[in-house]
Every structure is written in C-alpha cells, then in structure tokens.
C-alpha cells in the first residue's frame, strides 16, 4: 500500500479544463475559477477550446511541466504568468488567450512557440528567440527578444524590439515608445509618439506615424509614408521611400526621402523651410530633396493617351493617367473611378498593387465624325483640366478624336526588347447592316503597306522597329537597322489572313512607348482610290539589368566599391540579345527598379537578412543607371539584384525584369574585443573574471573606470564581436556557417602605443595560452566559435618564464587585437580599423606561503598570501579576493628530525583569499604532529599555475617567547 502511494506523488499529473472537476477550482458554466494552481514538478495543465481558467493568483511554471492550449481556450491568471522556462516540447498553445491581469506575462527563456493572443501589464518575450502567433497588448511595457518572429499587432505604452533580426508581420502601437533592434523587418504600420529604429539594416514596410520624435538610424529605410514631428535620418544611407509630412526634418549624409517632403508650416515660397540638408544632394538634384504642398485628396488632373482616329465599329483603346502635379511628374497614389465619354467606359485607377496611376480603358462612337470631343468624369473630382496626348509621338492633342467607317487597325501585346512579338493590323470597316461590328476589308489577300514607327515614350530615339513582311524578312522602318525612326517609314508587303488580320513579327531593340501608323493609299485595282491609316502603341520594355563589376570583399554596412578602375557601381538595362536599352531612363515618369539582395549564404535556420541600402537612379539618357551609397549591413554571400514590377504600367502581360551581380563576399567592418568583467554573464567556464585594479597598479584606464587586471598565466574571458561600420553586430558572422568566415587571429599588443606585439619587450617571449596547466600556446578563435556574431574564449596572458617559478616582471599593460584576413582584405579591432579593444593588466603573480614555528602540540596556521610583482618588490594584492586552492593541493615535502610527512594533515576545505590574504578564521592550517613529533616540513602549494607558490618551513617543538597564558579545564 505504502509502495503504491509513493508511486502515484512521483507520477506526472494531467489538470484537464474540459468540463471534468479539477481539485481547487470551481467550474460555473464553460469558466474556472482556481485561488491558486500549485503544480509538481512534472504536471500538465490542458486547457480545451471554449473553457476559460482563472487563477487568483501568480502561476509560475517550471522546465518540465506543459501548458496545452487549443481554439479558444483562456488562461487568466491576476497577478504575474510566467511561463519562460516551459521546455519547448511541453508547450503547446495552438490557439486561444493567455491574460496576466495586473502583473507580467514571460516567455522566452526557451526558444518557444505559441500561437494566442497575449494581453498583460507588462510582457516580456525572454532571452531567446520566440515565436507568436496572435496579437500582444500590454498596459506598460512590451519587450520582444532579439531573433524573434511575431505574427500580428502590438500594442503598449512602450515597445522595444531588441537587436537583431526580429521579423514581425503586423502593425506596432505604441502610447509612449517604440525602440526597435538592428536588422529587424517589420512589415506593418508604426504609430507612436517617439520611435527609434536602431541601425543598421532594419525595413519597415508600411507607413510611420512619430508626433514628436523619429530616428532612423545608418542603413535603415522605412518603404511607405511618414507623418512626424522631428524626424532625423542618420549619417548614412538611411531612406524613407514614400512621402514625408514634418514638423522638421535632418537628412543625414546620403539620407533620401524618395518623394515628397511637406513642411507641416508649409509655406509656397519656401518650401523646404523644414528641412536640413546635410545628404550631400543638392535640393535641386536628381536625388536631393524636393518639397511641396502635402497629398492631394484627389488627382490634379487626369491626362488620355489616344490614338489620332477610331473605327465607328469598335472601341477605342486609351490609356488614363491620374496625375498628382499640373507637370505629371508623378502620378496620384490613390484609388480613382473615371467614366470616359464618348462611349461611356468605367475604368478603375490605383485598384491593386503596386499603385500605377494608369488604366487602360476605351472610347467608341458609332457614328462617322471628323472632331469628337473627349472627356471624363471621376471620383474623386480634380482640380486641374483634363489634358489629352497622342499614343503616336506623345504630343499634345486637342481632346478630340476622328471616328471613321474604315481604317486600319494596329495594336501589340507588351513585348521585350529585341524579342520576337507578333503585331496585329487589320483593314476594318463598318458592316453595312450593323453599324457595330467590323468587317474585312483585306481577307485572305496581300497588301503593301507604308509602315512607320515615332517615340511616344520617351520621345525621342535612336533605332527603329523592323518588321517581318510576307517572306519572311525583316524591314526597319528607318533608313537602316542602326539609324533612327523615319518620317516616311518604310513600304511592307504583308499577307492578310482569311479574318482579314495582318500578325507580322517587330523587333525594337530599345525600350519605350512605340508608335506604329500604318497607311494604305491604292492608285490601282478593284480598291482604287481607297485611303486608309490606323496608329497603335506597343510597350517595349527591357528584358534584364546588368550590374557592372563589383569589388569582393565588401565590408558590412560600408557603400560598396567597384572593381578599379571604375569609381561607381552601374547597373543597365538590357534588351533580349544583352544589348543596353539606351532610352531605359529617358521615359516622361521615371520607373522604379528596386535594389535588393538574393542570399548564397549562409543557410542555417533564421540567419540575418536586412534590406539592402541605396538608390538606384537612370539619369543619365543611356540606359546606364548609377547605383549610389549600395551597402549591406551583415556578412556573408550575396548577390545585388535589381528588379522591376513591370514597364510603362504594361499588364496584359506585365514586363518584369530582373538582374543581380556576380557573387558579392562580405565581412565585418571590424572586430571589437572586450574583457568580461564582473556583473556580466557570459564568462566562459574556464576562465574568471578579470579583477578590477588597484590605485597602486596603475593601470590604463578601460573598462570599468580603473582597469582591470589578471595573473600571467590565468584564464580571463575575452568577447569579440564582429561588427558592421555602424558598430552593430554581424549576426551571420556564425559557426553554423563557416564557408565565408575565417578564423579570427588574437594576439596582445602594448596599451601604451600599440607598438609593441607581445610586450614587454625584456623578457621577450610572452604568448597567449588557453589558461590550462599545460599553458597550450593560443594564436585564434576558430569561426566555429561564432554565435550571433560574438564569441567568448577563455585566454591567458603568459610572461616567459618556467612553470612553477615566479617571475618577476612589473604590471604590463596590453591590449587584446582581433584580426582576419578573407579574400586578400584584413579586418581588425585596431582603432585605425574603427575597432575598439580591451585592455588588460597583466600582473607576475605568486602564493606566498609564509614560514612558521609552534608546539607540536597545537596546530600552526600561515597567513598565506596572493602577491604581484610591483617592479621594485612584491606586494599584497588587495585586487584578488578570488584565488583559492584545496586541502589537496597542499605539498607537505622534506620533514626533518622525527616528523614524518606521510602522517602530518592539513586542516580540510576550501581556502580562498580576500583582498589578497586569507582570512584570519581561515588561515592555512596544518594539523598538529602531536607529543614528541618535532621537526621542520617545507610547505607549499602547487598547481596554481598562475600563482607559483613559495616555499614556507614550518617548525614544530620550538615555543614563542613573550607573555603566557595558562589555561586550566574546570570540570
């Protein structure tokens, strides 16, 4: 019975919330309620879908035990929910909500997953990376670990993401704060009165709202709109690609608003009143900052692209543009409805994205008229008139359109350069019965037509289209194939099919807007006398990018540099045969083509991936673009890429094109070395705090304030960071993944002047050694080292000198450098590398074990101490108040006279120093021999490799002269 017992308080328990009792809750409806939910070690609490639980209570939950969630299960506990320890497995929330009224909700000490919806007065995600599914709220505080994934809104009075590489997918809110960590990528709004967005290679994707302060900080950009109050984007390469509304804004050097700046005082004669320019752009040049009136409510005009004529029997193709300014230098982002007349034609504008601003629509009239007047209603309405442009050669039309009885008809599906693509032309005219519908004019017969081509946009250019008549052979519609569009065009035989339709391949290989006017005039046969033309527009858009050669290595977050002699990175737009597409650039609306990256490596699980930093920008009428102030901020392999959604608005088919470099290598900007010292926690566990140094020492000043030293020969912990220019760790500089990293070299240099390797220079011959008895000479951390960037190694600093035998040499000084070499190019820690380094005193250090004499019949205790060689003499070191040995360590060697060593004892336990000597209570104490055992022992203590140990000779029979007190035992 006792036996069975026992058996059942070791089990693990299972606390199922799904209708059953459960001890020490009761249960109203589908709610518990629990004053407490005191758990074994190894229990389970499982919660089904609908139930609710309340704990009265704060629930602390342990590494073994469970939590397991489902639906819409709710855990309310009034006071703090912690559940950071849970081990993974044991975690199982799939749905529901998990509530720490009044107190703090924890997870994270794990690397944990759960999808719920979090609520509490402050929530904090741990350590490690977490992963949420759900929205989190909190009255106060939300702290959200580095490397985490959060899928859904956040809400709180401050909110801070920590570095590096957070990916949350939902909007951040925030009553008092946002701080979000280097390398994160929210995709989402921000709303807060104060955020910060640290560097470097943070994304937000979504609009930003800061009423008093917003920091972007190095390498980061945010890809929507910012409404602020003072807004900075630091020095470098810090972008917002949208609109930006202010208070006031600093432009940091090679800070970009891609759009429009509006000083929130806007005034017309001044427009940029607000803004401080320190970018290296002018404000009137291409990438400078431009300033002007906040977003319009609705479009300033609306411009139709047509063709000069239509068929009364068919619509009309034209193309709408929603423009934001009276130039349309750009277009309006919003979403607009227009109704074309004649024809009454809906078209919706800015209906999906990406936001174009164009729609292809129609207009028809069935009735033949030389001057038909176009127009548009919409919604919402504009300020400016409508303005028409041919589809021919782009110039300004009058708004009226010829619609006649039969012409010919050209159009073209959106095509690349240089790539084959079918025309179609067709000799229309309206059916005698039904003044609707189109009929033939050229079935099944072979006409010779003049064929033209002109630039609608842009418009102007330098070669022609060449199209493929009957036999097969390509005609230029210009002089020759490398000479420009021609008035007159070119005379074409082309063979009509059955429904009277012409498809002749095209060949431009250019980009652009491309007019077409076909013209037939008969002077002979059954058709003579019989006078037709038609116009089309074909999209032709570039089928690549190309990047010129990029340098390799690159260093993290430094803008990237050419191969020589080039001084700037250029990235063309190609045709479909590798040619440049010279007008690519030239076009009325400048296109947008997007600078990324394409990963190679590394490819371990959840690795860094920041967005590229840069503009990209085609202005110089070649097709050539200059990629400006191109950065990455982490390390590893990659290729630039650049892409473009689609051209001219083309979308039926869209034309995207795409390019990317040659493999790019990339490695930290520089190393940062660090002596791990007391208060921090991630010592290495062979090694042991540096001690902070006395005013005796004389110690460089590091860190803390007064320096701090170790022994020759004793394992201090020493952290190196590889670091990007904007000082933030490279989180890919990781072990997981070591095809691009090498080991890191360590080597001590002299404090002073940074001169000296290995000083002092007399005694020649110190090293590094990994702190163990054997002194293993130490020359590098091995990149497998590297977690997140950072590796702690436990190093020793060895003067020259035999094991065992003190040396005498005066505190020195060094500095700790980290240094590689990757692809011909060196990274250091050295300050002349923009690294920084730890500074360690080094002290000759050695056990005294003191002499001492007594009766042999008491024990004699030594004051033992820990001492360091000044230069002139050696000295207690008030520093150590850590160094300590063992009863077994204790050498009791070379007894004399009638004392035999094999039977004297030390007294047991552990001695450890304060302030450089043992505590009074706890001197060093050998036991005494006892009645007639007198002699000498040579004591001392081996081992301690770091404090050579002298030899003390104690004497036991010889009393100490001085006063005597008697002692007599009452009974």
């Given at each position: 019975?006792?036996?069975?017992?026992?058996?059942?308080?070791?089990?693990?328990?299972?606390?199922?919330?799904?209708?059953?009792?459960?001890?020490?809750?009761?249960?109203?409806?589908?709610?518990?309620?629990?004053?407490?939910?005191?758990?074994?070690?190894?229990?389970?609490?499982?919660?089904?879908?609908?139930?609710?639980?309340?704990?009265?209570?704060?629930?602390?939950?342990?590494?073994?035990?469970?939590?397991?969630?489902?639906?819409?299960?709710?855990?309310?506990?009034?006071?703090?929910?912690?559940?950071?320890?849970?081990?993974?497995?044991?975690?199982?929330?799939?749905?529901?909500?998990?509530?720490?009224?009044?107190?703090?909700?924890?997870?994270?000490?794990?690397?944990?997953?759960?999808?719920?919806?979090?609520?509490?007065?402050?929530?904090?995600?741990?350590?490690?990376?977490?992963?949420?599914?759900?929205?989190?709220?909190?009255?106060?505080?939300?702290?959200?670990?580095?490397?985490?994934?959060?899928?859904?809104?956040?809400?709180?009075?401050?909110?801070?993401?920590?570095?590096?590489?957070?990916?949350?997918?939902?909007?951040?809110?925030?009553?008092?704060?946002?701080?979000?960590?280097?390398?994160?990528?929210?995709?989402?709004?921000?709303?807060?009165?104060?955020?910060?967005?640290?560097?470097?290679?943070?994304?937000?994707?979504?609009?930003?709202?800061?009423?008093?302060?917003?920091?972007?900080?190095?390498?980061?950009?945010?890809?929507?709109?910012?409404?602020?109050?003072?807004?900075?984007?630091?020095?470098?390469?810090?972008?917002?690609?949208g609109n930006a509304v202010v208070d006031h804004i600093t432009l940091g050097w090679q800070g970009r608003v891609q759009q429009t700046i509006t000083c929130k005082a806007y005034t017309p004669s001044n427009p940029c009143s607000c803004v401080t320019n320190n970018s290296g752009w002018g404000f009137n040049e291409p990438q400078g900052p431009k300033c002007g009136p906040s977003t319009q409510a609705g479009p300033h005009h609306f411009q139709i692209t047509h063709p000069p004529a239509a068929l009364t029997c068919a619509p009309a193709p034209v193309t709408v543009t929603a423009c934001a300014d009276a130039a349309c230098s750009?277009?309006?982002?919003?979403?607009?409805?227009?109704?074309?007349?004649?024809?009454?034609?809906?078209?919706?504008?800015?209906?999906?994205?990406?936001?174009?601003?164009?729609?292809?629509?129609?207009?028809?009239?069935?009735?033949?008229?030389?001057?038909?007047?176009?127009?548009?209603?919409?919604?919402?309405?504009?300020?400016?008139?409508?303005?028409?442009?041919?589809?021919?050669?782009?110039?300004?039309?009058?708004?009226?359109?010829?619609?006649?009885?039969?012409?010919?008809?050209?159009?073209?599906?959106?095509?690349?350069?240089?790539?084959?693509?079918?025309?179609?032309?067709?000799?229309?005219?309206?059916?005698?019965?039904?003044?609707?519908?189109?009929?033939?004019?050229?079935?099944?017969?072979?006409?010779?037509?003049?064929?033209?081509?002109?630039?609608?946009?842009?418009?102007?250019?330098?070669?022609?289209?060449?199209?493929?008549?009957?036999?097969?052979?390509?005609?230029?519609?210009?002089?020759?194939?490398?000479?420009?569009?021609?008035?007159?065009?070119?005379?074409?035989?082309?063979?009509?099919?059955?429904?009277?339709?012409?498809?002749?391949?095209?060949?431009?290989?250019?980009?652009?807007?491309?007019?077409?006017?076909?013209?037939?005039?008969?002077?002979?046969?059954?058709?003579?006398?019989?006078?037709?033309?038609?116009?089309?527009?074909?999209?032709?858009?570039?089928?690549?990018?190309?990047?010129?050669?990029?340098?390799?290595?690159?260093?993290?977050?430094?803008?990237?540099?050419?191969?020589?002699?080039?001084?700037?990175?250029?990235?063309?737009?190609?045709?479909?045969?590798?040619?440049?597409?010279?007008?690519?650039?030239?076009?009325?609306?400048?296109?947008?083509?997007?600078?990324?990256?394409?990963?190679?490596?590394?490819?371990?699980?959840?690795?860094?991936?920041?967005?590229?930093?840069?503009?990209?920008?085609?202005?110089?009428?070649?097709?050539?673009?200059?990629?400006?102030?191109?950065?990455?901020?982490?390390?590893?392999?990659?290729?630039?890429?650049?892409?473009?959604?689609?051209?001219?608005?083309?979308?039926?088919?869209?034309?995207?094109?795409?390019?990317?470099?040659?493999?790019?290598?990339?490695?930290?900007?520089?190393?940062?070395?660090?002596?791990?010292?007391?208060?921090?926690?991630?010592?290495?566990?062979?090694?042991?705090?540096?001690?902070?140094?006395?005013?005796?020492?004389?110690?460089?000043?590091?860190?803390?304030?007064?320096?701090?030293?170790?022994?020759?020969?004793?394992?201090?912990?020493?952290?190196?960071?590889?670091?990007?220019?904007?000082?933030?760790?490279?989180?890919?500089?990781?072990?997981?993944?070591?095809?691009?990293?090498?080991?890191?070299?360590?080597?001590?240099?002299?404090?002073?002047?940074?001169?000296?390797?290995?000083?002092?220079?007399?005694?020649?011959?110190?090293?590094?050694?990994?702190?163990?008895?054997?002194?293993?000479?130490?020359?590098?951390?091995?990149?497998?080292?590297?977690?997140?960037?950072?590796?702690r190694s436990a190093l020793a600093y060895r003067f020259p000198g035999a094991s065992g035998v003190p040396v005498m040499v005066a505190p020195t000084d060094v500095l700790l450098r980290a240094s590689s070499t990757n692809g011909g190019a060196s990274v250091s820690s050295a300050p002349a590398a923009a690294g920084s380094e730890g500074v360690l005193t080094v002290l000759s250090g050695r056990l005294m074990v003191p002499h001492g004499y007594g009766s042999e019949r008491y024990p004699v205790r030594l004051p033992v101490q820990a001492q360091y060689w000044d230069g002139k003499m050696w000295s207690i070191n008030l520093a150590?108040?850590?160094?300590?040995?063992?009863?077994?360590?204790?050498?009791?060697?070379?007894?004399?006279?009638?004392?035999?060593?094999?039977?004297?004892?030390?007294?047991?336990?552990?001695?450890?120093?304060?302030?450089?000597?043992?505590?009074?209570?706890?001197?060093?104490?050998?036991?005494?021999?006892?009645?007639?055992?007198?002699?000498?022992?040579?004591?001392?203590?081996?081992?301690?490799?770091?404090?050579?140990?002298?030899?003390?000779?104690?004497?036991?029979?010889?009393?100490?002269?001085?006063?005597?007190?008697?002692?007599?035992?009452?009974?």
């Amino acid at each position: 019975m006792f036996f069975l017992l026992w058996t059942g308080l070791v089990q693990a328990a299972t606390l199922s919330f799904n209708g059953n009792a459960v001890g020490g809750c009761t249960l109203a409806g589908m709610q518990y309620t629990c004053a407490a939910l005191p758990l074994g070690d190894t229990d389970v609490v499982v919660i089904a879908s609908a139930y609710g639980v309340t704990v009265n209570s704060s629930l602390t939950m342990k590494y073994n035990q469970g939590l397991t969630m489902s639906g819409s299960a709710a855990l309310t506990v009034k006071g703090n929910l912690d559940i950071k320890d849970i081990n993974p497995p044991n975690l199982k929330v799939t749905g529901g909500n998990l509530t720490a009224e009044g107190g703090t909700f924890s997870m994270g000490a794990q690397e944990q997953t759960l999808s719920a919806s979090i609520a509490a007065t402050t929530i904090k995600m741990g350590s490690n990376n977490v992963k949420v599914t759900g929205s989190i709220s909190a009255k106060g505080l939300v702290e959200i670990a580095s490397g985490s994934v959060i899928n859904g809104p956040i809400s709180g009075a401050t909110v801070n993401i920590l570095a590096a590489s957070s990916r949350i997918q939902g909007d951040i809110t925030a009553t008092t704060s946002i701080t979000i960590g280097s390398g994160s990528q929210v995709t989402g709004d921000l709303t807060a009165p104060n955020i910060d967005l640290k560097a470097s290679g943070l994304l937000v994707t979504g609009d930003v709202k800061a009423s008093n302060t917003l920091t972007i900080a190095s390498g980061n950009g945010i890809k929507g709109d910012v409404e602020g109050g003072n807004v900075t984007l630091d020095a470098s390469n810090a972008y917002i690609t949208g609109n930006a509304v202010v208070d006031h804004i600093t432009l940091g050097w090679q800070g970009r608003v891609q759009q429009t700046i509006t000083c929130k005082a806007y005034t017309p004669s001044n427009p940029c009143s607000c803004v401080t320019n320190n970018s290296g752009w002018g404000f009137n040049e291409p990438q400078g900052p431009k300033c002007g009136p906040s977003t319009q409510a609705g479009p300033h005009h609306f411009q139709i692209t047509h063709p000069p004529a239509a068929l009364t029997c068919a619509p009309a193709p034209v193309t709408v543009t929603a423009c934001a300014d009276a130039a349309c230098s750009s277009v309006y982002t919003g979403a607009a409805q227009v109704t074309l007349t004649p024809g009454g034609a809906t078209a919706q504008i800015n209906g999906s994205l990406p936001a174009t601003g164009m729609a292809v629509s129609s207009v028809a009239q069935t009735t033949a008229a030389g001057n038909v007047a176009l127009g548009l209603s919409s919604t919402p309405a504009t300020t400016g008139a409508l303005v028409c442009k041919s589809s021919v050669d782009n110039s300004l039309t009058n708004c009226q359109m010829a619609f006649v009885t039969s012409a010919l008809q050209v159009s073209g599906a959106p095509r690349y350069a240089e790539q084959e693509g079918r025309i179609a032309i067709s000799a229309l005219q309206a059916s005698a019965s039904n003044p609707r519908a189109c009929v033939p004019l050229f079935a099944s017969q072979t006409k010779t037509l003049q064929l033209r081509c002109t630039y609608a946009n842009p418009t102007t250019g330098t070669l022609p289209a060449r199209i493929q008549n009957k036999d097969n052979v390509y005609v230029p519609l210009g002089a020759n194939a490398g000479s420009a569009c021609s008035a007159a065009g070119a005379a074409v035989q082309l063979a009509f099919d059955a429904d009277g339709q012409a498809t002749p391949n095209l060949l431009y290989a250019d980009a652009g807007a491309l007019g077409l006017t076909a013209t037939y005039a008969s002077t002979s046969g059954s058709d003579s006398g019989l006078t037709m033309t038609g116009t089309g527009t074909v999209i032709v858009g570039p089928k690549a990018f190309a990047f010129s050669a990029i340098a390799t290595p690159q260093r993290a977050g430094m803008a990237v540099l050419p191969v020589a002699p080039a001084t700037s990175i250029s990235v063309s737009a190609l045709n479909a045969a590798g040619a440049v597409t010279r007008n690519f650039g030239r076009e009325t609306l400048a296109q947008t083509v997007e600078l990324g990256r394409t990963i190679v490596a590394p490819v371990f699980p959840g690795f860094s991936d920041p967005a590229v930093a840069g503009s990209l920008t085609f202005n110089n009428n070649n097709g050539v673009g200059t990629a400006s102030n191109l950065s990455w901020p982490e390390v590893g392999q990659i290729r630039f890429t650049a892409s473009l959604a689609t051209y001219l608005g083309a979308a039926a088919p869209q034309l995207p094109a795409t390019g990317s470099s040659a493999d790019v290598l990339y490695i930290p900007h520089h190393y940062k070395t660090e002596i791990i010292v007391p208060g921090e926690t991630d010592l290495p566990p062979t090694a042991v705090f540096a001690a902070p140094c006395t005013a005796a020492m004389k110690c460089l000043v590091g860190v803390p304030p007064a320096g701090v030293s170790a022994y020759s020969g004793q394992a201090f912990g020493l952290r190196v960071t590889a670091q990007n220019q904007a000082n933030a760790s490279t989180l890919n500089f990781d072990g997981r993944d070591t095809s691009y990293m090498t080991a890191v070299q360590v080597q001590g240099w002299d404090a002073a002047k940074g001169e000296q390797l290995f000083p002092p220079g007399t005694p020649g011959a110190s090293r590094l050694t990994d702190g163990s008895n054997a002194q293993t000479t130490v020359t590098s951390i091995a990149a497998t080292k590297f977690t997140l960037g950072v590796a702690r190694s436990a190093l020793a600093y060895r003067f020259p000198g035999a094991s065992g035998v003190p040396v005498m040499v005066a505190p020195t000084d060094v500095l700790l450098r980290a240094s590689s070499t990757n692809g011909g190019a060196s990274v250091s820690s050295a300050p002349a590398a923009a690294g920084s380094e730890g500074v360690l005193t080094v002290l000759s250090g050695r056990l005294m074990v003191p002499h001492g004499y007594g009766s042999e019949r008491y024990p004699v205790r030594l004051p033992v101490q820990a001492q360091y060689w000044d230069g002139k003499m050696w000295s207690i070191n008030l520093a150590d108040s850590g160094s300590k040995f063992t009863q077994a360590q204790v050498l009791l060697a070379n007894c004399k006279k009638t004392l035999d060593c094999a039977a004297l004892q030390v007294e047991g336990g552990t001695y450890t120093v304060n302030k450089g000597e043992l505590p009074k209570n706890k001197l060093l104490t050998i036991q005494a021999p006892g009645a007639g055992k007198v002699g000498s022992v040579e004591v001392s203590v081996p081992g301690m490799v770091y404090l050579p140990s002298t030899v003390g000779i104690v004497v036991f029979g010889v009393f100490k002269s001085g006063p005597v007190i008697y002692l007599r035992e009452m009974y």
